[in-house]
């Protein structure tokens, strides 16, 4: 349970509002890191502890494209295809990153669970396209070639890697 | 490289003013190393115009100072700066400045490297906006994505709050003022101010019914009068103190003074922030500072505001027009935050409204029906076009249905949405008649 095992954050998120509803998406993103995707159950429990409905919970994390309701991949890649990006070639850039992973058009998750792809907006990192983030983390002036190398070394880091490429 | 400053004068900054290359007033990590440490920042006169401002100068004095120097907001608006913190009401015992990090406009990415390179500017800005409405509390609204920036910018505010520039009895004056970072969590809307203080509150991120206003009682954040400022505009307000307002409007024009940070994108030799006084024109902007359209190119269509401004076709004449709130304006597009995304003669401008359209389809909120549905409508329209299967109904309908969502609805997203559409319909109608065949095929019968 969260309450018990991140007593001292939770404390920290509520110390910065002056109510308890206001510590719903930190608490998300809490539950989130926790449990890797926010089912039903982690929904109620986040509605528990800020005092609110779990309808209300579950409406905000539909509402923003950070929380998952659903698990995704180990390494959560979010590639931004948005205008700026796209007259840099990110649109391309995305497909060949798809088809390396041998996933469809439009992204998805790979069968050993390792890899989720998707499209996403702008993530205010035009001028460094293409580029993608990785758990919420930025991968910046990126081609096709330097990003093969990253997801041998993601493979790598989840201890799967060893043998599969040459 | 741009560290070039063109020093104002004031009647006509970008013709007689004498090229010279001065320091960044904002992006002043270009020019000092590691001035995200605190001790650097205070090494090179950080935190002395918060100084200044809480031990020399009255909150209404404050207020004078960025009223006469005519800050203008850098979130999208325009708005002066000076004015809206002069709304506050001064008897409210609860009063909050928030600070605008969303930064989602796509083409957007200025306030990130001032965040991440430059924070304790925009921290001190903050503060000095938070002591002239004598705020209880600041809120900097971090964008989800910020995950890291946030995470290193709540060290920066720590190491405020340990020299009494935050927090408890700030520089014993007896004002206190802790200042929080929240983060989002992905979604364009909640840049909007009104949503953002519905998010922070921790209520569905979507726009409110004003009146009543983020700064009047009943409209701000917990509902307590609110300053919502970007962070930019911030970051212009502790040179601003020190400086004074006459040396901020020596800088830029009359009507639009100081620096402005332009972002720019898309096809462009050399992308990236550029700090440059306003009144400069488009064509010092893209071909003396950013280097121009690669590979030889030709321009073809300049977005001045990121998605949300109409498309401006890259003539001479607006090549020559001075870069200001006013004359954007005039050419019939908005500065805004001055995301500019550069187009090149082989850009497919229906494509590229497609694109925008999407992202507005994507990023509308819901809460309005004209919204909801009428950017679905213009989406599923660019679709069939691009799929090959538009036809002249389509085109009519990219002008009608934008009819349907302007003015009728709560936010400027619903305006936002039908910018790129009617821009380039009516500015590259031919394109547009391509592909739906109503264009002589092209030397078809030769
Ligand atoms: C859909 C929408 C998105 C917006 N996004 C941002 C944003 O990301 N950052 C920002 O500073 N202002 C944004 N704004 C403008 C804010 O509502 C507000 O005007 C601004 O933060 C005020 O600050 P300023 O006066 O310092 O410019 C947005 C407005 C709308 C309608
Ligand atoms: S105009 Fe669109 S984005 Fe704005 S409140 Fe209405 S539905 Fe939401
Ligand atoms: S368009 Fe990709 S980061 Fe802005």
Redesign the interface.
């Known amino acids: 349970m969260l309450a018990e095992k991140h007593a001292e954050r939770i404390e920290k998120i509520f110390a910065k509002y002056p109510d308890k509803r206001s510590g719903v998406m930190a608490l998300l993103y809490l539950a989130q890191e926790e449990y890797g995707w926010l089912s039903e159950e982690v929904l109620r429990e986040v509605a528990e502890l800020c005092d609110i409905d779990p309808t209300q919970v579950r409406s905000i994390a539909g509402f923003y494209t950070m929380y998952s309701e659903k698990p995704k991949g180990k390494f959560w890649l979010q590639v931004c295809t948005d205008l700026p990006c796209a007259l840099r070639g990110a649109d391309e850039f995305f497909s060949g990153l798809c088809a390396y992973l041998g996933l469809g058009e439009r992204g998805g998750t790979t069968e050993d669970g390792l890899f989720t792809v998707e499209p996403v907006m702008c993530l205010a990192a035009c001028d460094k396209a293409p580029m993608l983030q990785c758990n919420f983390h930025y991968h910046e002036n990126l081609d096709l070639e330097k990003v093969k190398m990253l997801v041998e070394q993601w493979r790598a880091e989840a201890g799967q890697g060893d043998g599969a490429v040459g | 490289m741009p560290g070039a400053w063109l020093l104002a004068d004031a009647k006509d900054p970008h013709r007689n003013g004498v090229l010279k290359t001065m320091t960044h007033i904002l992006l002043r990590n270009r020019d000092i190393a590691d001035i995200w440490q605190f001790d650097t920042y205070v090494a090179n006169g950080g935190y002395d115009a918060l100084k200044r401002a809480v031990n020399d100068l009255s909150p209404d004095e404050v207020i004078q100072i960025v009223s006469a120097a005519n800050l203008r907001g850098r979130g999208g608006a325009g708005f002066p700066t000076g004015r809206k913190w002069s709304f506050i009401p001064k008897d409210a015992p609860v009063k909050y400045v928030t600070v605008n990090a969303d930064?989602?406009?796509?083409?957007?990415?200025k306030?990130?490297e001032l965040l991440e390179k430059n924070p304790h500017q925009v921290i001190e800005g903050a503060l000095i906006a938070a002591y002239a409405i004598q705020a209880t509390a600041v809120y900097i609204y971090c964008?989800?994505?910020?995950?890291?920036l946030a995470l290193a910018l709540e060290e920066r505010i720590e190491e405020a709050r340990q020299a009494n520039l935050a927090g408890e009895d700030i520089l014993g004056s007896g004002w206190s003022c802790p200042v929080?970072v929240?983060?989002?969590?992905?979604?364009?809307i909640c840049g909007e101010e009104s949503a953002l203080l519905n998010?922070?509150?921790?209520?569905?991120?979507q726009p409110r019914v004003r009146p009543p206003f983020p700064a009047q009682v009943g409209g701000g954040l917990?509902y307590a009068p609110t300053v919502v400022n970007n962070v930019e505009t911030l970051a212009n307000a502790p040179w601003i103190i020190l400086n004074g307002a006459d040396a901020y409007k020596a800088i830029g024009t009359p009507e639009s003074p100081g620096p402005k940070i332009f972002?720019?994108?898309?096809?462009v030799e050399r992308?990236?922030?550029y700090e440059l006084p306003l009144g400069i024109t488009f064509r010092e902007l893209i071909y003396d500072q950013a280097g121009g359209i690669p590979n030889g190119k030709k321009l073809k269509g300049i977005l001045p505001s990121g998605?949300s401004g109409p498309v401006l076709r890259a003539t001479e004449e607006v090549l020559d027009a001075p870069l200001t709130y006013e004359s954007v304006a005039a050419l019939g597009s908005t500065l805004g935050s001055a995301s500019f995304?550069?187009?090149d003669e082989d850009?497919d401008m229906v494509w590229?409204a497609a694109?925008?359209t999407h992202?507005f389809r994507?990023?509308s909120?819901g809460k309005c029906t004209p919204c909801r549905e009428g950017t679905y409508w213009l989406d599923t329209i660019y679709e069939r076009i691009l799929r090959g299967e538009g036809t002249a109904r389509d085109l009519e309908l990219l002008e009608k249905v934008p009819q349907q969502i302007m003015g009728l609805v709560l936010c400027a997203l619903g305006d936002f949405a039908c910018n790129p559409v009617l821009s380039t319909v009516r500015q590259f109608r031919d394109e547009y008649e391509q592909y739906i065949g109503l264009a002589e095929p092209v030397a078809a019968e030769a």
């Open positions: 930064e989602s406009e796509p083409g957007t990415f306030d990130r964008r989800g994505e910020f995950w890291d929080y929240h983060l989002g969590a992905g979604a364009y998010s922070v509150q921790g209520v569905l991120g917990y972002c720019m994108s898309g096809h992308p990236g922030n998605a995304i550069l187009m850009t590229a694109k925008m992202f994507h990023e909120c």
